[in-house]
Each structure stands twice: as structure tokens, then as C-alpha cells.
């Protein structure tokens, strides 16, 4: 199949740019597909292939003439898509599934189709509007005053970077203020099981985490807080509460840690990419008491609140302090920097941006907020619902008591090859995504509940499938 020419006529330069039989048959296939693959409920699981096998029925797809949209995207859905897992899928359950709701999914394309600048105020002043909205509701959802604000970035690990570098302009800022000297090395303080992007942030930043050993129930408390806060004083950038880690959706002892606030002057992060839309759930809120103390947050809307990839809602108790940290100047954005307006991209480690808190305001404003509410508590609830069905089978063993919607269990008697044998056999089958994973040197069986559409029967096969 030779590759459609060029309409006569069309100048060479502009034929993908102009409006011809061409580029709206392109634009029809691909909404076409899109549609398909939105509203298709049996997409299978499918799995990873090799780079050789990619190679094979895959390489060479770019040349100086090009293959046609036809051919290409005949590629990519019988090719390419298939080596993708299906994330969104009711029996993906490793690392933090997606689980986008149609509304939003759908709306992600309009977000690329208005071409809509989500940097600047000047330039996306709609956009901008809409998503503030969004952030002003998650806001007052977890009790911060009604001038708090942020941004949307792409992920929790910007999301926790961009706090941090906030929260080190403050600290540095307030020293130097006072005529007390920089620490010889700044410090974050944490809880031995916070994300591995803290550690990440830390990197970046050049700067040491301070890791608190948390016991058995793997809870981080004020008082274990409070010691490396007088251990640490004034080198202290900011203590992180974990709101759901991700091993085990295990929420810090935030109200705890927030009350030390009156002891002490430090910056109190939450990262709850994960876990902190469970505070949107009667079930989960009072776990997050505290929060209304935090000075920066992150939630990512693409992990439980059902938004495609990718989504982290950051904000910030005084956003002018991030604007102050995180402001870019250069001439050629004099325009910007100048005016008073609410500009996204000061307020974390980007500049150009997608407006990517769109989907999610789209679905918010369309289903409204208890649709949301109800989405999480049932996974909430389905989680505990299978730690019961776990500790009722002598095969198995909960490795924690559930919090969220995290269920971590050891299958008795197993080695880890036996944990690695069955979750491929469950992949080879198109069965279930579940990856083996491990809690103190321990290989165990982990179930992330974020997919309104996984059920108990989904679960409980799953469970028999380890007897
Ligand atoms: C997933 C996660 C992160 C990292 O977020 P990304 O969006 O993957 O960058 C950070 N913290 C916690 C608790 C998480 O669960």
C-alpha cells in the first residue's frame, strides 16, 4: 500500500495544516477510534512485548514520505495498543491503577483540540478559571482557608518537588530575615514508608531526609515527629505526612503531627497522591484529621479520582509563597511576570503546561461531587471486604489490616518464585494484572481498589486462584 499523495494544489508546507479531504479523513478515523476505544468495556488486559518482537512488527514506521494515517494508526491499534496494558481494566490491581471516568476520558480530547494554554492567565484565562475551581473545592473539601490555591502539574513527584522547593525558599527566607545563618545541610522529615519521590525530591534539591522508623502498624506519629524536630531545628525544611501510602494506604497520624504546630514552626507537607482523595469519603475523613493544618498538599486526580493520565492537584495554604519561589523571569515573558493576574505556572517546576485539571472539572461539574463520594467509599468498602473473604481462607494471611483501599496478603508457604509464577500466569491468561510485591524483605500479593467497575467476584477468583 503506497501512502496517499498530496491533493493537487495543496502547497507542500501546509499540507498538514490544511483543511483538505486528507486531514479530515484522518480527523474522522481518529475520533473514530477514539470513540470505540472510550465506550469499549471488554478491552482485554493484553501485555508487554518484546523489543525484538516490537522491532519486528513495528520498526521502521518513519520514513520521508510517510506511511498514511491509514496505515499507521492500523499500527497502532493492531500493534502498538495491544503492548500496552490495559490500565483502566476492572482486574488491573498492581502499583496504583487508572480509572478514568468516560466524562473525563472524553473531555481530555477537547483539552488537545481547543489547543487551550493552561501557563498563563493572559492566555488561558477560561481555563485557568475552571480549574481553580477545581482546587478551591478540593480546598475547602480538606479544610484550608478559601485563599489557598495551586496548580495542576503532571504527577506527585513534581507535585511533592515543587511543595518542597516552596517550603525551602520560606524556610530560607525567614532565617535569613531573623540574621540567622543557612543550616550546613538543609533536612525533610519523613516516615520511613513515605514515596520513594520524596527521597527523589530530596535528590534534586541536594538536600538529606530525615526517614522515621515506623512500628508494625506503619504509622507515622507526632512524637517520633516532635523528637527529630528538636533533633533537627532550624535545618528542618518541612515534615511530610503520608495521607495513604502507596504500599499500604496507610495514613500518617496527621492530627498528631499538625498539633505539633503549636510546639513548633515548621512547614507541614501531606502527600496524599494516592490516599487523599478518600478524605472526599465520609468512611476515610476522619482519618485526615489535621489536614486543614497543612501548608501544601498534593492529590493525583489520575490515581483515585478518576481522571486519565496525567493529573496531580498541588496546593498550597499561602500560594504566594510558591509564586515568590517559583516565579520565572526572562524577557520574553515580561508580559506575564508584570501582571497580577493568576498565572499557573508560578506556583511550581514547569512553565508550559496542559490544562490538565480540565477532564476532571469537566466530570466534577457534570456528575457533581457525591458521585465522586460514593465512586471511593466503595472501593473503600470492597477493600475491606476482601481483607474479610482473605482472613477467612487458612491459605492466606493479611500482611496489614486495610486503611483504604490497599490489600496487601502473604499466600502461606510461598516463595517468591511461586508469588512470580503465578502473577505471569494470571497475565498469560489476560486473567488479571497483579505484580508481586514485598514489606520487609517478605514477597507478598498486593490488590489496589481504585476501579468502580472491579467487584468482589473479581477479587475473590483472584484469591482462589492462589489455593
Ligand atoms: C504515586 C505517588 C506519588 C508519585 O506520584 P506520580 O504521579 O506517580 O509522580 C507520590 N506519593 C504517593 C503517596 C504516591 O502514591
Not at 506527585?156 to 535569613?176: F, K
Not at 519561589?325 to 493576574?341: C, F, I, K, P, V
Not at 496487601?408 to 510461598?414: L, T
Request: glycine share 8%; aromatic share 8%; hydrophobic share 45%.
Amino acid at each position: 500500500m503506497s501512502p496517499t499523495p498530496a491533493a493537487p494544489g495543496v502547497d507542500p508546507a501546509m499540507r498538514m495544516h490544511a483543511i483538505t479531504d486528507e486531514t479530515t479523513q484522518i480527523v474522522d478515523m481518529v475520533l473514530e477510534y477514539a470513540r470505540r476505544r472510550i465506550l469499549s468495556d471488554d478491552t482485554p488486559l493484553d501485555k508487554p512485548f518484546t523489543p525484538a518482537e516490537l522491532r519486528r512488527l513495528a520498526g521502521g514506521s518513519i520514513s520521508a514520505e510517510g506511511m498514511g494515517a491509514r496505515r499507521a494508526l492500523a499500527l497502532f491499534e493492531n500493534v502498538l495498543a495491544p503492548s500496552c496494558i490495559t490500565t483502566e481494566h476492572p482486574r488491573y490491581l498492581s502499583f496504583i491503577p487508572s480509572a478514568p471516568s468516560k466524562a473525563a476520558t472524553a473531555f481530555d480530547l477537547i483539552v488537545s483540540a481547543t489547543a487551550v494554554y493552561g501557563g498563563s492567565w493572559l492566555e488561558g484565562s477560561g481555563a485557568v478559571f475552571a480549574e481553580n475551581e477545581v482546587l478551591s473545592w478540593l480546598a475547602t473539601e480538606f479544610g484550608l482557608p478559601g485563599d489557598a490555591g495551586g496548580v495542576f502539574v503532571q504527577g506527585g513527584t513534581i507535585g511533592n518537588l515543587s511543595a518542597l522547593v516552596a517550603a525551602r525558599d520560606h524556610a530560607d527566607r525567614v532565617r535569613r530575615a531573623a540574621g540567622r545563618p543557612r543550616p550546613e545541610r538543609w533536612v525533610i522529615i519523613g516516615s520511613a514508608e513515605a514515596h520513594s519521590s520524596i527521597k527523589s525530591a530530596a535528590k534534586v534539591m541536594d538536600v538529606d531526609v530525615v526517614a522515621i522508623p515506623v512500628g508494625a502498624s506503619g504509622v507515622m506519629h507526632g512524637d517520633q515527629v516532635r523528637e527529630a524536630l528538636v533533633e533537627h531545628g532550624t535545618a528542618v525544611i518541612a515534615v511530610v505526612a503520608t495521607g495513604g501510602s502507596t504500599n499500604f494506604g496507610i495514613v500518617d497520624d496527621i492530627s498528631s503531627i499538625a498539633a505539633l504546630k503549636d510546639e513548633h514552626d515548621f512547614w507541614l507537607h501531606i502527600d496524599g497522591a494516592y490516599g487523599l482523595a478518600a478524605a472526599l469519603s465520609d468512611v476515610a475523613r476522619p482519618r485526615f484529621a489535621g489536614i486543614e493544618r497543612a501548608d501544601s498538599l498534593i492529590v493525583d486526580p489520575h490515581k483515585w479520582l478518576f481522571t486519565p493520565f496525567d493529573s496531580c492537584a498541588l496546593i498550597y495554604r499561602d500560594p504566594e509563597i510558591a509564586r515568590v519561589a517559583h516565579t520565572q523571569h526572562a524577557e520574553y515573558l515580561d508580559a506575564l511576570t508584570e501582571s497580577t493576574e493568576w498565572n499557573p505556572s508560578d506556583y511550581s517546576v514547569q512553565l508550559t503546561r496542559r490544562a490538565r485539571g480540565l477532564p476532571l472539572w469537566f466530570s466534577l461539574a457534570t456528575f457533581g461531587a457525591q458521585a465522586y463520594r460514593d465512586a471511593i467509599a466503595a472501593s473503600i468498602e470492597l477493600a475491606h471486604a476482601v481483607a474479610a473473604e482473605i482472613e477467612q481462607r487458612d491459605y492466606l494471611a493479611l500482611v496489614r489490616e486495610p486503611q483504604l483501599s490497599v490489600v496487601v496478603f502473604e499466600r502461606v508457604g510461598w516463595q517468591p518464585g511461586d508469588y512470580a509464577h503465578w502473577s505471569n500466569r494470571l497475565l498469560d491468561e489476560q486473567h488479571a494484572f497483579v505484580v508481586p510485591s514485598s514489606h520487609a524483605g517478605r514477597t507478598n500479593a498486593r490488590f489496589a481498589i481504585v476501579n468502580p467497575r472491579t467487584t468482589l467476584d473479581d477479587l475473590t477468583g483472584i484469591l482462589d486462584s492462589m489455593q
